[in-house]
């Protein structure tokens, strides 16, 4: 599981995740990045869940699949996903459940347009509203209006509520911050041009800590 908070806008894109990543028996495990820039797409490819599938789909959009933009993209999506997820070993697909997302630039609508593939929903293309989503869900009162500051305050707080839930049910949340921004950038030609940025604005004060535990049980 990781942390995921994005913003989706008609001009713009905003994506905050974390880069732990936690072994079975819930301990740490590594780091990672979890969102994954699609430029030839103008786009983002980032999921919650089976960390595995998620980087089997991200191989998979880059080395196999025909498209312009992430609009057109999720024409093929959802059969693609069901046929990459039924390859994945039962167990696997049973003790955890995966959330695709796609953000990016739609040249047809002249727009940033965002798509959810669920596999709790067999994949079926989900086209997100925009708004601001934040994974796990954070139940405080911090404001999540500038990026990314007020996106990592939000996710710090995000931290202690989880550390307070059992490992079983808990998003373990830890490592660095990493964070994604897309713009559109309209020319006074008419041409568009999409701005991606990506930064480390935080590092959790345990980082250290835990890269030792992660490289002690290698």
Known sequence: MTVMNFALFPDGVYVLADTLVTTDQFEPGFFTSKVH????????????????FILDWSRHVLGRMLAV????LN????DSLRTLYAARPAAERKAMTSTIY????????NQFVGFAYRSTADFES????????????YIGALPLT????DFVEV?????VEQDAIIPAERVFIGGHLTAYMMQVDRMENGAVAVVTTITRPFEFEDFETMYLVCASTR
């Open 37 to 52: 820039p699609v430029p030839h797409l103008n786009g983002l490819i980032c999921g919650t869940g089976n960390l595995a």
């Open 69 to 72: 933009d992430m609009g057109h």
């Open 75 to 78: 024409d093929f999506a959802s």
């Open 155 to 159: 996710c710090r707080a995000q931290r």
């Open 102 to 109: 796609h953000l990016g630039f739609d040249d047809q609508e």
């Open 146 to 149: 500038g990026f990314p500051n």
């Open 126 to 137: 989900e086209r997100l509203e925009p708004g601001i989503r934040t994974k796990p869900p």
